[in-house]
């Protein structure tokens, strides 16, 4: 028997079509790979091999009877931040201790009633707070990815850490995940893996433990752009549970690939480029507009005057909306509760001991930006601030420009446990320099692998878009996959 | 803007989480290193700049005023630490 | 928030007297109004009172972890239309905000409410005080400040248990209305007033069923008092007050506590107190004195709400006719101010009162609505939605008696008979033989047999006219009260020859 995990979402699709293999037979594969890595990376924090093989079984039988649905029998691992139904789904995070939710997701109901099979839960930073996966609970995911000739771990990326380990290891086909700074695209970068932020509206956040309300999106981390394309058309949809969910038709995603971007306007934004810049991400970033051009697009320069502003605007702006989303967290109602001498004691103890380092950061940073006398100075500051990101944006595309191409990381996957980041905080946060402007406009950006650094780690470049204009990403990270190759991590675990 | 250490204490209190002297201490570092990387937004003229309230410029949706859920109290405490007869428990509050 | 403005003059009559001089007592009311709807605010469970633990709770009023709140419309429309019966302006963008604070009967760890932008903004409602001992009201004007939506919480229960409180959130998420008041009350018998004034016009709406014993109004009580002529004094807020009654018992109390402080030379702290109706006063919540600090923010899980006038102007053409419009017209029919305020006090009295005044001489028929009906209503303890006598019964009767067919005396006796064993009125009479004598030979014969019986009278008539009405009292008794009075009269008069 060949390897079954080595196939794309799009091959083992066409194998499950033609019956060449069998959904149990493929997801079985999937379990042995699981047992064999999960060990070593801490990719995942719950399995469910039992529903998984129950799942597969029923797709076979839909294949059997030509019901088959766009994703049938494709084993999936879903990020612990989505609700799954009496399954773990705690966030990474110590106060849900034994959370099983009586409810599923929107976006996973859409997987599985696409006929998708669940693996298990992915490891995440704590309530997607994090860079590096180092926030978790459960402890860091390895990634798999080594530097050339050594055996150091290196971080997977964050918060959808254990998604990108996952797929990249082929320990999944293809998983969930979220971004709020650049939690699908970071980790994507630093795993060799594509990872696409749809446009804020396009997935529905019900369901899905929020983190900061205006800035969570889910999207997929997938092997290529194509599989990215096929998981998205699935977890999009409109939802009349969420009020922010979009009232727009998903389109078919997959028929965009392969066009043409000849004539396409790719716009260069000159504040992407900052002082001290990797010249390794330099020169990617270099040879991914040569790539474009190569293809018939036309680069022009761009500016977004307000980009470095995004990061600090976003730095209010999450925790603030975090400090109130965890708010539920008390002990009262699921997760751990530890006693206290009153109701207020056992609330502060619960929390205390629930939250982990970074999540009690970004509450205090948050509850101190929203407190009295501040809220104007801060969070009222940062939401106007990001409204001229979001006008930059806008006047770019109103020129014409059809997608704007960046860098997707600052560096490639560092080192678990890298003193210079545990020391500072905002250090962490900078890995999000390139990727938070998406979030704050709410529009879709893709990280695509784009080649190896010197040290032989993946290195990616991300695409953003119009809003609601998922295809173009597509379609133009498609001709970069073209080019670059596909990039795979040695077998070390 | 910085903070000390009352003012850390303050916000953990209203943010309900006991921290102890020393992690106040902590946390006055980091959120002064935070605050002091926001700081760079007084850069920023937003005078006469809307707040953005939404990404997305769309109506909001809104039900129907019909009765679609409830009579499930046994799937509401399911996971409480706590309860009794569909009741949620919480050390006695004193009003 | 808008500053406060003063927008009385100080009136002598409503001072308080105290050992240093008079006082001026000044209330603000914030009412929580429960929005009348099937279901929540933000979820599709239901409203209805009285449910097991924890039944009419969804996932999102449980705050499970990535539940999100869609807005009930009719809850919105509930809103604009009892801010177009406050005379208010309405709000065509309005903002939903968080509201921060931990409380175990708050599963988000946050209320949503309305802020800085609600839904409604500044209204009037005009009450009328009194009546006084010469039976007259006075008209006071309550500013409205605003009105906003927001979710109630749920409930703890503290006696369950020895050391744990019980949390049950089938309360969790229904809409209320909070309804805030300009300081612009002067006594209690004010502010009892306006919160009679409010309930009846909710009612009125539909927005409200105004059931002030299951929770669905209440009020939070700003009270502070001032020498007169000076500014606005610290006020303190006596919270969740269930009761018109007590209201007015906690304002009383409340208003001396503060004057004796200050004539002691105290000063009053600001603070958020409680009315133990059992005690009759109020006492300071401790527990809730740690300061507030809430947070808020615009809920990021809901975008703005917004509409457009023709929406306004369609719930505005659907609106019923409200008290104030109600009174103003059964006033120009010709009713007292007594009338028209007893009967606009419930809109289904209201609705009675028109059904049997339709064709019918307005006064008559509400005096036999409230004297009658009502009374009766009252004596059997039942409220006019119970009432056995039907407006269509009534207004027979009226008809019996406009027609001559039988006497005021009688119809008396025929409501009392409707009243406890139904039927048509009509018929009862021609039944039981209640029809008005109108035979004047009949009426002669009597007249004539009284006469004949008391010839002193008949004597003491020529000096003092008015005796001539013991004659036709004797009459009508002898004929059972079915002969008809202004015959009796007629012939009385001319037999005894008095004008």
Redesign the interface.
């Known amino acids: 028997m060949t390897d079954l995990t080595a196939l794309t979402i799009a091959e083992a699709r066409e194998k499950l079509r033609a019956k060449e293999i069998s959904a149990v037979e493929l997801t079985d594969s999937y379990i042995a790979a699981i047992d064999a890595a999960n060990g070593a990376l801490n990719a995942y924090v719950a399995l469910t091999p039992e529903k998984a093989r129950e799942m597969a079984k029923a797709s076979d039988a839909k294949y059997a009877t030509g019901n088959a649905g766009a994703l049938e029998g494709i084993p999936l691992g879903i990020k612990d931040l989505f609700g799954t139904m009496d399954v773990h789904t705690q966030a990474a995070s110590h106060i849900l201790d034994?959370?099983?939710?009586?409810y599923e997701s929107t976006v996973t109901q859409n997987l599985w009633d696409d006929g998708a099979v669940m693996l298990g839960k992915l490891n995440m930073d704590e309530f997607a707070m994090g860079s590096s996966n180092e926030t978790s609970y459960y402890g860091p995911t390895k990634n798999p990815w080594r530097a050339k000739d050594s055996n150091v771990d290196l971080v997977p990326g964050g918060s959808s850490g254990g998604s990108a380990a996952a797929v990249a290891a082929h320990i999944c086909a293809g998983a969930t995940a979220t971004d709020t700074g650049g939690s699908i695209r970071q980790p994507a970068a630093f795993t060799g893996t594509v990872g696409i932020k749809p446009?804020?509206?396009r997935c529905s956040r019900w369901g899905v433990a929020a983190f900061a309300s205006?800035l969570d999106q889910a999207g997929p981390i997938t092997r290529d752009v194509r599989d990215a394309a096929i998981m998205l058309k699935s977890m999009a949809s409109v939802d009349?549970k969420d009020?922010?969910?979009?009232?727009l038709p998903v389109p078919d995603y997959e028929a965009a690939l392969g066009g043409s971007v000849k004539g396409m306007k790719i716009g260069i934004p000159a504040e992407y480029r900052m002082d001290g810049m990797d010249p390794e991400i330099v020169a990617l970033w270099e040879q991914g507009i040569a790539w474009l051009k190569d293809a018939g697009a036309e680069i022009v320069d761009i500016s977004l005057p307000?980009t470095?502003?995004a990061?600090?605007?976003y730095?209010?702006v999450a925790p603030a909306e975090a400090?109130s989303n965890l708010?539920r967290y008390?002990?009262?109602?699921?997760?751990?509760?530890v006693?206290?001498?009153?109701?207020?004691?056992?609330?502060?103890?619960t929390?205390?001991a629930g939250?982990g380092a970074e999540v009690?950061?970004r509450?205090?940073?948050g509850?101190?930006v929203l407190?009295a006398g501040?809220y104007d100075?801060?969070y009222?500051?940062?939401?106007?601030?990001?409204?001229?990101i979001?006008r930059d944006f806008e006047n770019v595309f109103a020129d014409g420009v059809d997608a704007i191409l960046t860098p997707a990381t600052p560096s490639a996957a560092f080192g678990i446990g890298d003193q210079d980041m545990k020391a500072?905080?905002?250090k962490m946060?900078l890995n999000d320099v390139f990727t938070v402007t998406v979030n704050m406009?709410?529009l879709p950006g893709i990280a695509v692998p784009a080649g190896l650094s010197s040290t032989g780690l993946p290195l990616g470049l991300q695409l953003i878009g119009k809003?609601f204009d998922e295809e173009t990403l597509f379609k133009t990270a498609g001709v970069i996959e073209q080019a670059a190759g596909k990039f795979t991590a040695d077998k070390w675990w | 803007?910085s903070?000390d250490t009352a003012?850390?204490k303050r916000?953990?209190?209203?943010?309900?989480?006991?921290?102890t002297d020393d992690e106040a201490k902590n946390?006055e570092g980091?959120?002064n290193?935070?605050?002091g990387?926001?700081?760079?937004?007084n850069?920023?003229d937003?005078s006469n700049?809307?707040?953005?309230?939404?990404?997305?410029a769309?109506?909001?949706?809104?039900?129907?005023?019909?009765?679609?859920?409830?009579?499930?109290?046994a799937?509401?405490?399911?996971?409480?630490?706590?309860s009794?007869?569909?009741?949620?428990?919480?050390?006695?509050?004193?009003? | 928030m808008n500053a406060l403005v003063d927008t009385r003059t100080t009136d002598a009559k409503r001072l308080i007297p105290g050992a240093t001089g008079d006082w001026e007592l000044i209330i603000g009311l914030e009412v929580h109004a429960q929005v009348t709807?099937?279901?929540k605010l933000f979820?599709?469970?239901?409203t209805q009172f009285g449910a097991?633990?924890?039944?009419?709770?969804?996932?999102?009023d449980?705050a499970m972890p990535g539940m999100l709140p869609?807005?009930?419309?009719?809850?919105?429309a509930q809103a604009v239309r009892t801010g177009l019966g406050l005379k208010a302006k309405i709000n065509k963008k309005s903002?939903f905000d968080r509201k921060n604070y931990?409380y175990?009967d708050l599963p988000q760890g946050y209320q949503i409410s309305q802020f800085q932008q609600p839904i409604v903004g500044e209204g009037t409602v005009h009450i009328s005080v009194g009546p006084d001992k010469k039976g007259n009201f006075e008209e006071v004007e309550v500013g409205i400040e605003r009105l906003h939506l927001e979710q109630d919480a749920g409930k703890?229960?503290?006696d369950?248990?020895?050391?744990?409180?019980?949390?049950?959130?089938n309360r969790s998420g229904v809409a209320l209305m909070e309804i805030v008041s300009k300081p612009d009350m002067r006594s209690s018998d004010e502010a009892k007033a306006y919160v009679t004034k409010l309930r009846q016009i909710v009612r009125y709406l539909g927005t409200c069923d105004g059931n002030m014993d299951e929770g669905s109004m209440r009020a939070d009580v700003n009270v502070s008092v001032r020498r007169p002529g000076e500014g606005f004094g610290t006020r303190c807020e006596i919270k969740n007050v269930n009761s018109i009654r007590f209201m007015g018992q906690a304002i009383e109390y409340e208003a001396r506590r503060q004057i004796a402080i200050l004539e002691d030379g105290g000063s009053i702290d600001q603070e958020t107190r409680?009315f133990d109706p059992v005690k009759g006063e109020t006492r300071s919540?401790r527990?809730?004195e740690e300061a507030h600090?809430y947070?808020y923010f615009?809920d990021p899980d809901?975008?703005?709400?917004?509409f457009d006038d023709a929406y306004i102007e369609a719930l505005k053409a659907d609106l019923p006719e409200l008290p104030d419009e109600k009174r103003l017209r059964f006033l120009e029919s010709g009713l007292s101010a007594y009338d028209a305020n007893v009967l606009i006090s419930e809109k289904a009295i209201a609705d009675y009162f028109e059904k049997v005044a339709e064709g019918r001489e307005a006064k008559q028929a509400a005096n036999w609505v409230i004297n009658d009906l009502l009374g009766a209503l009252n004596k059997a303890g039942q409220g006019i939605e119970e009432t056995p006598v039907t407006p269509q019964q009534l207004g027979t009767i009226l008809d019996l008696i406009k027609e001559g067919t039988i006497s005021g005396k009688i119809a008396k006796e025929l409501f009392e008979i409707v009243f406890n064993e139904g039927g048509d009125p009509a018929k009862i009479v021609e039944e039981r033989g209640m029809k008005q004598v109108t035979d004047t030979g009949a009426i002669e014969a009597a007249v004539d047999e009284i006469i004949a019986a008391n010839p002193e009278k008949v004597e003491q008539v020529k000096e003092k006219p008015a005796l001539a009405g013991w004659f036709v009292g004797q009459v009508m008794k002898s004929t059972g009260g079915k002969a008809n009075p202004q015959a009796v009269q007629q012939l009385v008069k001319s037999k005894l020859g008095v004008e």
């Open positions: 034994g959370f099983k939710p009586k446009t804020y509206g205006s009349a009020t922010t969910s979009v009232d307000n470095k502003y990061l600090p605007a730095y209010i400090s708010a008390d002990g009262v109602k699921y997760g751990l509760r006693p206290g001498k009153d109701i207020t004691d056992m609330y502060e103890q929390r205390a939250f009690k950061r509450i205090m940073i509850t101190y407190s501040y100075a801060y009222l500051k940062a939401q106007k601030v990001r409204t001229l979001k500072d905080p905002v946060y406009a709410g809003p | 803007m903070v003012t850390v916000v953990a209190k209203l943010a309900r989480i006991a921290v946390l980091e959120l290193t935070i605050l990387f926001v700081e760079q937004l850069e920023v937003v700049v809307e707040p953005m309230v939404s990404v997305v769309v109506d909001m949706k809104k039900r129907v005023d019909e009765v679609t859920d409830g009579n499930k109290a799937d509401i405490v399911a996971n409480a630490p706590a009794d007869e569909n009741f949620f428990q919480v050390p006695k509050v004193v009003e | 709807s099937q279901s979820s599709g469970s239901s097991e633990p924890n039944a009419n709770v969804s996932l999102v449980a869609v807005i009930n419309q009719e809850c919105v903002v931990f175990p703890s229960m503290h369950q248990h020895p050391t744990m409180s019980y949390v049950d959130l409680l919540m527990s809730k600090d947070r615009p809901l975008l703005p709400l917004e």
